[in-house]
């Protein structure tokens, strides 16, 4: 890898690490995992001064339960939210990402930071309705995880604002499915479908469809999630909904990927992602 | 068929076992030396400066700004260096009895520039970071003209690619055997099909490097290539340099897949800036410089025609291709589409087949010899219309095939095209491929299966191959037209202490000479395998040879070796039998010794017979001392192995993403000499033919802009992506060598994308699918069954593949599927976060 020149500093401190992107504006960049940061550098697509890497930062890793919500540390690896199986959806979707080396590497903050829209765990969060913590000079504020991205690879944090923490709702008694569309097991998702679905009485309590890589931001399938609310969900009515996926959605196309390709598959991965969290699956 | 029985089988017992590969151990141990891992005193680094246009006068180039830079030694141009070149880059072949047509080519450009990543200037200093940066301060100002990136385009020479030549068609060259028309007059039932054989990168794992170290009047290239005598000749014409004050040298070559048969710019540019500044430089190529610059492969638009009687014989084929070159020669690449021409009937006993080639330029990377060179566009072409054929027959494909296999009684086979396949049993490795995969319960399973929504489908591919490159005489500058000699070389050294070094002029990157060698001439002079090392890949050390490509290696160097191996043993035969007062024709070599025919404990071993031979006091008269002995070994004919495969897919119809389940594989190189490093070279060939089948593609767009420039747009699929593989053996010796071998590296890249194909198209017959051009992406497979589905009923067999829809025959080339710039960004690298 031959970047461009860079300084690097390892900080002690979240404090020191606020400091460091105050003093350094926009040329100053955090690093966290380093997985989708590095390669954009190694491109010489992205070229930021100095490097601030928070891996000793204090108070930013593991995952800790507070009644109904789950506090993950922003420097969490996908590896270990992969291997916490209360986390549900969450963990079912860390452990599609990249390959085990990514995963041991890559923590949520950083790919909540980084905001790619092909990135699994957005939308994830998305449906999920977590919160995120972030710091900054004038102190901590919560910021729901639909206001994060704004657009491909733009998020509402201030520069001077580091990710500390994930808020994730518990969710119990919701069934879950995860359909992520990609070419080789280790790509990035052509187009993802997360599926939640809370049953009472026979029928369909809650609902909510999150889609990966069908605009620059993550999207709720929100024309689903409405078509099925108070439903009874059996097959064809999920069949039907599922048909509306793609409506408000704006892909990218790409190489392999049209946006007429990524709306039908977005589609047929909402179906398949809303039977299995149905548990219609054969 | 020939009778040749191995010797090697049958003596002292190490051919044939499959022997733990000697190479290993350093290399899983990270103690191989690879050509980045060279460090020199004072040693300079170089960045090459490339051009972000596809067609365009040099206008300027103002390297100021990275001169000025303390840590910048040199900055070169083209023009810079002109002085100190003799000639362009080299091209080796050019088709027998006809004009070609070929730009001149300079290590970096003179005046304007033919495709993006072409060299502008060269930079160098004093650390790899730093030449980086400051290549990218060099200011070129380039005046674009236009772009044709599109083969069939460029054919229409609206926009030319060499205004001096004023023509795209470069060459054209035909290969005739009987007579087509004839053929097609006499047939019942004619089909055609027009195949886009895509653009592939080679990628091999190590990309190339190189350190120039020029000193006290000679200069030693460290380079990662195939070919490093070939380097030198190349060089030396190129340079200047006498051959003999040029050492190249190969350490560990981290892969080829033909990107390294080849002699490359930065190899001239740095031999000779590190002349002129007497340092020694070291330049190593990126992931996307590789992408960019290493030659490409494949790039045909194939139109093939086959015509038979209603009773399934087959009458005549002919296939016109159309070859992109890129924008210039390189050292072979007219040649790739040749090399295709000779195996384009298969295993087929077809009396009129004709081959038409014509070489077009466009402005993209130059293709060249990579995974199989033109031999598997050939077999992809010819499998696919057999399985055409067989559905406008309403015969089963198999059937078809086996009315028309050459016959095994036949062998050697004089095909129409004038060549002799050395020996073959086509029906042998079809008849032991269905023994292993149960194709009527597999039947029965498709339709069951089809019942419930899950398409399955089976893809057969019987192949032969020509390798073992070449008879001189065949392809040299009086048969083919080759500007060189294809034989192989070897020298057994025996030293006074009873081990051996062989030296061989093949040029290993990965396939296992060390091992596979060393068996051979252990066998053959009655020692242990790990007392046999191999030397290989350095010009200084060892004779003259022509590298390793083309599955040649065993068949030509290992002959080589086997041939200087037996000199050995006939030599100590002679002094064991003076020692011990017998006849030369009585010593047999059996458990190690050199022992008297029926005197068991009467014999030497090897170390005793060269203790004698290096302390000459008790030779025969007029025998030299020492033990050692040279070879080279030119074959009489190519040598053809061949196969049988089947491909198991299953393909999701909604999404259109298709999976391998299953691959068996039967193949034939000849009697093994190691069974485990066939096995390897086999897996890696199909997992290279599923990548191409399935996931790889270079792709330009309109501009002549790459947009597949690393790993994550280049699909090369990964271990997740390739099914764990089946694979046996026949055992057909060729007549053509004493070991009876045929060569293997290439079999799988050439046998496989027709069965993969086959499969898909066979799974998706019920949809109206009867043809569909490689790579077979997700997309391009639900876009084919939606197309199907809106014209009804598919056809059975289109008569002319031009009519299919355009999706249906559109491939790369023809740029991507979206507007350059639309693509996501970089980031979408096989990682997050």
């Known amino acids: 890898m031959i970047p461009a020149p860079f300084e690097y500093v390892a900080v002690d401190s979240l404090d020191e690490a606020i400091r460091e992107l105050s003093e350094g504006g926009e040329d100053v960049k955090l690093l966290a995992g380093g997985h989708s940061l590095v390669p954009l550098m190694k491109e010489r697509l992205a070229a930021p001064a100095r490097l601030v890497d928070i891996r000793r930062v204090p108070g930013l890793h593991g995952i800790e339960r507070e009644n109904g919500t789950f506090r993950i540390g922003a420097m969490t690896p996908h590896r270990k939210l992969e291997f916490s199986p209360e986390l549900g959806l969450v963990s079912e979707a860390a452990g599609t990402i990249a390959d085990p080396q990514v995963r041991h590497r890559g923590t949520i903050g950083g790919s909540i930071a980084h905001a790619d829209p092909a990135s699994d765990l957005p939308a994830v969060l998305l449906a999920a309705e977590a919160t995120i913590t972030v710091q900054g000079p004038g102190g901590q504020r919560e910021i729901a995880i639909a206001d994060v991205a704004v657009d491909y690879l733009e998020t509402s944090l201030a520069d001077d604002e580091v990710l500390t923490e994930i808020r994730l709702p518990a969710l119990e008694g919701y069934g879950f499915g995860y359909e992520k569309f990609n070419r080789r097991a280790e790509d990035w998702a052509m187009v993802a479908a997360c599926a939640l679905v809370k049953v009472s009485d026979g029928t369909c309590e809650d609902v909510r469809v999150g889609l990966t890589h069908m605009a620059g931001v993550p999207l709720r399938a929100s024309a689903v999630e409405g078509a099925l609310r108070g439903q009874t969900l059996d097959r064809e009515t999920i069949a039907a909904a599922a048909e509306q996926a793609a409506e408000g959605t704006d892909p990218p196309g790409d190489l392999n990927a049209t946006p007429e390709y990524k709306s039908h598959l977005a589609r047929v991965l909402t179906r398949r992602a809303l039977e299995t969290a149905a548990g219609l699956t054969t | ?833």
């Open chain 2, 1 to 833: 068929m020939s009778t040749v029985e191995s010797e090697a089988t049958t003596q002292n017992g190490h051919v044939g076992r499959s022997l733990r590969r000697k190479e290993d151990p350093r290399l899983i141990t990270g103690q191989g030396i690879y050509v980045d891992d060279i460090q020199l005193p004072g040693m300079l680094h170089a960045a090459i400066v490339r051009s972000p246009e596809a067609h365009a006068t040099i206008t300027s180039i103002d390297v100021s700004a990275a001169l000025a830079r303390d840590d910048v030694r040199a900055v070169m141009t083209g023009e810079d260096l002109a002085e100190d070149l003799e000639a362009p880059l080299a091209m080796l072949w050019a088709p027998p009895g006809t004009e070609i047509k070929a730009p001149e080519h300079w290590p970096i450009a003179r005046g304007k520039v033919g495709y993006v990543g072409q060299a502008l200037a060269i930079v160098i200093g004093d650390d790899r970071y730093g030449v980086v940066d400051a290549a990218e301060e060099v200011i070129v100002e380039l005046e674009p003209l236009p772009v044709v990136v599109d083969v069939e385009k460029a054919l229409e020479d609206e926009i030319v690619v060499h205004e001096e030549i004023g023509t795209n068609k470069a060459f054209e060259w035909s290969l005739p055997g009987g007579d087509v028309d004839a053929g097609f007059e006499e047939a019942d039932v004619v089909v055609e099909r027009r195949i886009v054989n895509h653009r592939i990168s080679g990628s091999p794992i190590e990309p190339r490097g190189t350190v120039a170290d020029y000193r006290a009047g000679e200069l030693t290239l460290w380079t990662s290539t195939q070919i490093p005598h070939i380097v030198r000749l190349v060089l030396s014409m190129q340079t200047g340099m006498p051959e003999d004050k040029i050492r190249i040298v190969t350490p560990e070559v981290g892969g080829g897949f033909g990107a390294k048969l080849q002699q490359y710019h930065e190899e001239t540019t740095l031999a000779v800036c590190a002349k002129k500044l007497g340092r020694p430089i070291k330049w190593v190529e990126t992931r996307s410089e590789h992408m960019t610059t290493s030659h490409h492969g494949r790039d045909q638009v194939d139109y093939v025609k086959i015509g038979a009687k209603r009773d399934g014989t087959i009458t005549a084929i002919h296939s016109k291709i159309i070859q992109d070159l890129g924008a210039y020669h390189m050292l072979l690449t007219p040649l790739i589409p040749a090399l295709g021409s000779f195996v384009m009937s298969g295993c087929y006993k077809i009396p009129n087949v004709r081959t038409d080639i014509v070489g077009v330029f466009t402005n993209k990377m130059s293709t060249d010899a990579i995974r199989g060179a033109g031999r598997p566009e050939a077999t992809h072409m010819i499998e696919t219309i057999v399985d055409a054929l067989a559905v406008e027959l309403g015969m089963d494909p198999l059937e078809l095939r086996r009315k028309n296999f050459i016959p095994k009684e036949d062998f050697p086979a004089e095909i129409p095209i004038g060549i002799v396949y050395d020996s073959g049993d086509y029906e042998g490795s079809l008849d032991k491929l269905l023994g292993m995969i149960d194709l009527d319960g597999f039947r029965s399973e498709q339709a069951e299966l089809r019942e419930r929504g899950i398409y399955r489908g089976v893809g057969f591919s019987t192949y032969v191959e020509i390798c073992g490159l070449a008879p001189s005489r065949a392809v040299g500058p009086s048969g083919l037209g080759i500007q060189g000699g294809f034989w192989e070389s070897a020298i057994v050294r025996v030293h006074p202490s009873g081990s051996a070094t062989v030296y061989t002029g093949a040029s290993p990157h990965g396939q296992g000479h060390e091992t596979g060698f060393a068996q051979i001439v252990a066998d053959r002079i009655g020692i242990d395998p790990q007392q046999v090392d191999i030397v290989h890949g350095d010009t200084g050390a060892g004779p003259m040879g022509m590298g390793t490509y083309g599955s040649r290696s065993l068949a030509v160097g290992g002959v080589s070796a086997a041939q200087a191996a037996e000199k050995v043993a006939d030599k100590a035969r002679r002094i064991v039998a003076h020692q011990l007062e017998a006849a030369p024709e009585d010593i047999e070599l059996a458990e190690g010794s050199f022992r008297v025919k029926g005197s068991p404990d009467q014999g030497m071993t090897l170390a005793e017979v060269a203790g004698a031979a290096y302390v000459p006091e008790n030779l025969p008269d007029g025998m030299e001392p020492g033990l050692e002995e040279t070879n080279f070994y030119d074959p009489e004919n190519f040598v053809w192995p061949f196969g049988a495969h089947a491909c198991f897919v299953e393909v999701d119809v909604e999404t259109g993403k298709v999976q391998v389940y299953r691959y068996v594989a039967v193949d034939d190189c000849g009697p093994a000499i190691n069974p485990m490093m066939i096995e390897g070279q086999v897996h890696g060939g199909i997992a290279h033919s599923i990548g191409q089948a399935l996931y790889e593609q270079v792709v330009y767009d309109d501009d002549g802009q790459l947009a597949t420039g690393n790993f994550v747009t280049y699909a090369l699929p990964t271990a997740n992506e390739i099914p764990e593989f089946e694979t046996d053996r026949t055992e057909t010796p060729s007549p053509t060598n004493e070991l009876g071998v045929k060569g293997v590296g290439e079999a799988g890249t050439i046998a496989a994308t027709p069965a993969i194909v086959g499969a898909v198209v066979d799974a998706l017959r019920p949809l109206g699918i009867d043809f569909l051009n490689m790579p077979l992406t997700p997309m391009r497979v639900w876009q084919s069954i939606q197309e199907a589905q809106e014209r009804g009923e598919g056809p059975r067999a289109t008569e002319q593949g031009r009519d299919l829809p355009a999706e249906a025959r559109d491939s790369a080339g023809s740029g991507p599927t979206i507007p350059p710039g639309q693509e996501p960004g970089p980031a979408h690298g096989g990682g997050a976060a």
